[in-house]
């Protein structure tokens, strides 16, 4: 039997990664709109694994008899300022994913459920990938400052991002 507040709380957390997966998919349109096909491709990317991190709670939930409530959604923005602003966006956005994951382990441990704290782990280790991926796309922005040319290269650079994988910010 799932421990109640654990579940309630699950459920928030596959709102927040649906909302994270809409977010993205949001920016991914917005990037392609401006030409700048590798980085919706590593958005779409990023989309698919948000989908794939509210489906673990989700089966988790299920695992342990849990009920699964599919709240709302948030509309998501249509465009950014910049693509510097999108991914400051974007890493606002991890950093805050990252504390909600934080005080899911804090309540994990209060209510003494070990399979839950299990399965925060992986996510308090995806969350370090996170944030730095989402910091290196940011600072290769930055980088590319006004330049067409470096921009474009990021672009390759960032369309080369393989699923499961993160080469194209790697190598960027
Ligand atoms: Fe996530
Ligand atoms: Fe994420």
Known sequence: MLNPKIEKAFN?????????SFLYLAMAAWAEEQN????????RLQADEERLHAMKFFDFILDRGGHVQLLGMDAQPESWDSLEAAFEAV??????ISR?????YKLALEE?????????????????????????????????GDS?????????TLGQRVAGGTEGEETA
Request: charged share 25%; no cysteine.
């Open 100 to 104: 909600s994951i934080n005080d899911l």
């Open 91 to 96: 890493l606002a956005h991890e950093q805050m």
């Open 112 to 144: 003494g459920d070990y399979p839950a704290q299990v399965l925060l782990q992986w996510f308090i280790t995806e969350q370090v990938e996170e944030e730095k991926s989402a910091e290196e796309v940011l600072i290769n922005v930055r980088r590319a």
């Open 148 to 156: 067409q040319a470096a921009l474009y290269m990021l672009d390759q």
């Open 12 to 20: 928030e957390q596959i709102q927040k990664e649906f909302n994270s």
């Open 36 to 43: 700048l096909p590798g980085f919706g491709h590593w958005l």
